[in-house]
């Protein structure tokens, strides 16, 4: 089976500190996958998006969220899915893997 991964150059910040996106990959390649709510994370979704990318996502492959101390989840990997789940294919859920503190730490 192919593992989807996004490249050795594709990263992501949070809290101020840079990940490897792979890495992220790899570490929650196990995780549990959730029907998650998309309006938890639309509230980032701006207009200046790449639309080719999103309209080559594949919205089967599960996005990687995480909760700020806030409360507010945001979208570690899958900004593009999100856009066409919520936009093209009008859907209120998505296949999502939690990324708790735990998981973070082996980041």
């Given at each position: 089976?192919?593992?989807?991964?996004?490249?050795?150059?594709?990263t992501?910040?949070?809290?101020?500190?840079?990940?490897?996106?792979?890495?992220?990959?790899?570490?929650?390649?196990?995780?549990?996958?959730v029907?998650?709510?998309?309006?938890?994370?639309?509230?980032?979704?701006?207009?200046?998006?790449?639309?080719?990318?999103?309209?080559?996502?594949?919205?089967?492959?599960?996005?990687?969220?995480?909760?700020?101390?806030?409360?507010?989840?945001?979208?570690?990997?899958?900004?593009?899915?999100?856009?066409?789940?919520?936009?093209?294919?009008?859907?209120?859920?998505?296949?999502?893997k939690?990324?708790?503190?735990?998981?973070?730490?082996?980041?």
């Amino acid at each position: 089976m192919e593992v989807y991964s996004e490249g050795p150059d594709s990263t992501f910040t949070h809290m101020g500190k840079t990940y490897s996106v792979d890495r992220l990959l790899a570490v929650t390649r196990n995780a549990p996958i959730v029907d998650f709510p998309l309006d938890r994370v639309t509230w980032m979704i701006d207009d200046d998006y790449d639309v080719k990318r999103m309209r080559n996502a594949d919205t089967s492959v599960a996005i990687c969220v995480t909760q700020l101390p806030t409360g507010e989840w945001v979208t570690l990997d899958g900004y593009h899915r999100v856009i066409k789940a919520f936009y093209v294919e009008k859907r209120k859920t998505i296949p999502a893997k939690i990324v708790t503190e735990q998981l973070f730490k082996q980041l």
